[in-house]
């Protein structure tokens, strides 16, 4: 069945260190990638995505993702956490094949910033 | 800001009765997706529609129906609310179905007592 699994559900980690979500899926054919973050009470807001050309993707507040496809993996990085960064991060995919934009996501990884 | 808007963005309703929820968009963009999110689930989709009185299940359709009558509306139903449908919901929408990114409103929280 396809899934995506994000293998951590907290992470804590100091202000100004580095940062790394890691996010695998299962699916038969590479699908298009996103990571969403969701801060307390709010909705859901698009940080990357990947579809297609080059693996290293940029996006927004400094994060920056990695899509390996010999590891099925789109692990989500920043170099240097700021304590506005905690919150919770989805990994989500949609089939190349299905045409219908569904998004399956990941169970989430809460992110926690220590001062 | 995509212009979404998701009504109530709070409910409190008992078992057994009806319940329907509210999205709106101003965006013209042609699918829309109900989603919910629970605790250790991320989020799972419920229905989702790809034009007027175009629709579809999702992963967690059972007690859930849906409907849209204008671009801009999707209207989620619980047509008998269970303590189980005690969620989040989230409405999306998105230009198309292939590599386009989606946008969500605020959600909707809804208690079933």
């Known amino acids: 069945a396809q899934s995506v699994t994000q293998p951590d559900i907290h992470i804590t980690v100091s202000e100004g260190a580095s940062l790394e979500l890691r996010c695998n899926y299962s699916y038969g054919a590479t699908p298009y990638l996103f990571w969403y973050v969701q801060s307390p009470g709010q909705g859901l807001q698009l940080l990357l995505k990947?579809?297609?050309?080059?693996?290293l993707v940029q996006g927004i507040k400094g994060f920056e993702a990695e899509f390996k496809r010999s590891q099925s993996s789109f692990n989500l990085r920043k170099p240097s956490v700021h304590w506005s960064d905690a919150a919770e991060y989805f990994c989500a995919v949609v089939s190349r094949s299905s045409n219908t934009g569904k998004l399956i996501f990941g169970q989430g990884t809460t992110l926690q910033v220590k001062p | 800001d995509a212009g979404i808007t998701q009504s109530p963005r709070h409910k409190v309703t008992e078992t057994g009765t009806p319940v329907t929820l509210r999205c709106h968009q101003t965006e013209n963009h042609r699918y829309m997706y109900w989603y919910r999110q629970d605790p250790g689930h991320g989020l799972r989709l419920i229905h989702y529609s790809y034009g007027v009185k175009d629709t579809d299940k999702g992963e967690v359709s059972d007690g859930y129906s849906v409907s849209r009558s204008k671009t801009e509306d999707f209207l989620l139903t619980l047509e008998s609310a269970t303590s189980s449908q005690t969620s989040v919901y989230f409405c999306?929408?998105?230009?198309?179905?292939?590599?386009?990114?989606?946008?969500f409103g605020q959600g909707t929280r809804l208690t079933v007592v």
């Open positions: 999306a929408i998105s230009e198309s179905g292939g590599p386009t990114e989606a946008f």
């Open positions: 990947y579809f297609s050309g080059d693996t």
